[in-house]
């Protein structure tokens, strides 16, 4: 490991780039001074801004690209469109040719996957990408993939998840041996699609190697922080991902509501000001602003496109604490500690891949 | 309809059955005094809670069954077992039988839904069960269904479950033509599974007629309340429902936390002790508890087997209420509005039905 951690950024990518992008920089390299940052885009936008967040001028390279990729192209445009040029597939490049040791877009989720994908290429005896979440539950945060990189599984890419995402709880939590959850309809064994019973069965005779299986978990089991790892298909963490936030949200606005009702509330929610603000820090879905591309010979982290400075600081951080934990290096210690690999998956109608 | 509704109980269904059971028709009996009661299980045990129940006793009959269902009982187990002679079936062959309005039960989901379809036998026209949800939201309740009767749903079984959802709305709601939603992981035509967007195309051709449709919604659409009615297959279902229940009780649990976190915040929260009830009453899953069996001929309400008399009184309330306003009759109207029924179902890989 290098004495610095560099960051090839997309300066172009979401709804408040490159501004955001910028100033979301500048507070990481507050905390992190050790972090230097390529951004790639329009050299006219991004030179003043580096005027404006000055402390980043020396430890910054601007690398100009004219194309920029729309936030509703498709995937396979975006390619034909911005490979070799765009300022998404330039930041991914810099990963591939050493320049930098992660990559972060706040674009377009399929078409940043489609050039991740095509860029960095797929791991040894990986079959298909995974988009993680780091997720806050009542315990810890916990990881939680696949978040909708692709639509389906089979037991052996559950497997693949698992032990993409152990290798991530492992850079993330200092846990040696993370303990892995199937998400399922029930915990019973009996209960569940095909391909979730074999991947139960696979990991069960694995369990140990990297992490510790601990059977299946349900929709609760997230918030509960049950165990480091969930594991899913796409379509399913993707929709339970937005599920949680809809809830967080309502809740929080019962919650204002409620404080709002009566003048004794108004009068208790001002005693209780600062206790509520750290309520709302917690719940600021900006603080854990990041999914982890898994599965790729490169770390590539998409930020949420519409967020501000202080989510761009959040993908940006776990982009520097993922490069400064190796996780590629981890992702292949744990698949070499693996016993049995490429067990031929079960045939399973539900679980035949689609592009999200 | 009758000046009465009666409520045919299983008695032993739960874990705190009998009791929380008849303590919870005591509740609803104070609200609504044409209620009137068929109680099914051990009548030893029975017998006595409605001596201490006395207001029931005039307008309950109690059926004596020995036998009962475990909760971990499998469905096929508990059909061979419990067909004829136990509490649970005995309660739905009274709605068979025109002795009762509908049935309602806080026993195991696989065997009530096994004995529900076995007995009462699927609609004319519906291939496959389904449970729906009252799910609360920023807007108003809403219907989400299937919430795990069966796994996986081709094109015309969710068109199925949007219209069934769709007479369940109208009877909650008083809506004449309720929103209706396909969850997917975006919004955008091209996303998502072949059978969704399949039914998607149906479904926007027949929009009008009982129903109006809104086109895909996104997990964080169910909390905003984006559409009166949200389809979705049994899996995903339920894990979007044990999602929000987990992420509310974490929200919940953080709200305590903060308002403990020193003086002033306690402080704080004593001043807002009502409108902190209020939220807390607001929050209770006992407040809306109870899954609606649909696609069969008759209503069963399954109860949560864990709750207490609030929660037995809610699914015995939403009981009263769906036969009040004669579900069944609404979703034959509704069906009978559909144009075009049982278009060739579009063969989707992930669609093939297991059971739960």
């Avoid at 430890?59 to 690209?65: A, F, G, L, M, N």
């Avoid at 972060?104 to 979440?133: K, Q, W």
């Avoid at 850079?171 to 959850?181: I, K, Q, Y």
């Avoid at 299946?216 to 480091?228: A, L």
Wanted: glycine share 10%; hydrophobic share 45%.
């Amino acid at each position: 490991m290098t004495d610095t951690i560099t960051l090839s950024v997309d300066a172009m990518g979401g709804d408040n780039a490159p501004r955001a992008v910028i100033h979301g920089a500048c507070l990481l390299f507050k905390e992190h001074s050790n972090a230097r940052f390529i951004f790639h885009g329009r050299q006219e936008l991004i030179a003043p801004l580096l005027e404006e967040f000055a402390v980043l001028k020396p430890v910054s390279t601007v690398r100009h690209c004219e194309t920029v990729i729309a936030m509703d192209e498709k995937p396979s445009q975006a390619l034909r469109k911005g490979r070799g040029t765009s300022s998404m597939w330039m930041a991914i490049q810099a990963v591939k040719d050493g320049d930098a040791d992660v990559a972060v877009s706040g674009g377009n989720t399929g078409a940043l996957m489609a050039m991740a994908t095509f860029c960095l290429r797929l791991m040894d005896g990986i079959a298909r990408p995974g988009i993680a979440a780091i997720w806050p539950t009542l315990r810890s945060d916990i990881v939680v993939l696949d978040m909708g990189a692709t639509i389906g599984a089979d037991a052996q890419q559950l497997v693949d998840y698992a032990i993409l995402g152990s290798a991530l709880a492992r850079c993330l939590f200092d846990a040696e041996s993370p303990t892995v959850g199937l998400l399922n309809v029930g915990t019973e064994e009996v209960k569940g699609l095909e391909s979730i019973k074999e991947a139960g069965r696979i990991l069960s005779d694995a369990s140990g190697s990297g992490f510790t299986y601990h059977g299946f978990v349900e929709g609760d089991d997230i918030g509960k922080g049950t165990v480091d790892v969930v594991v899913t298909e796409g379509f399913v963490g993707n929709v339970a991902l937005k599920t949680a936030e809809g809830t967080a949200r309502q809740v929080g606005s019962y919650l204002r509501t409620a404080l709002k009702s009566n003048l004794m509330s108004r009068i208790g929610a001002l005693f209780a000001t600062s206790a509520l603000n750290a309520l709302r820090h917690r719940m600021d879905p900006r603080t854990v602003n990041g999914g982890v591309f898994m599965g790729l010979n490169g770390i590539v982290i998409k930020s949420h496109g519409g967020t501000d400075e202080i989510g761009y600081k959040s993908a940006l951080n776990l982009a520097y604490e993922m490069a400064r934990a190796n996780l590629i290096e981890k992702i292949g210690d744990t698949m070499k500690r693996f016993p049995i690999k490429a067990a031929p998956a079960a045939t399973d109608p539900a679980s035949e891949a689609k592009p999200a």
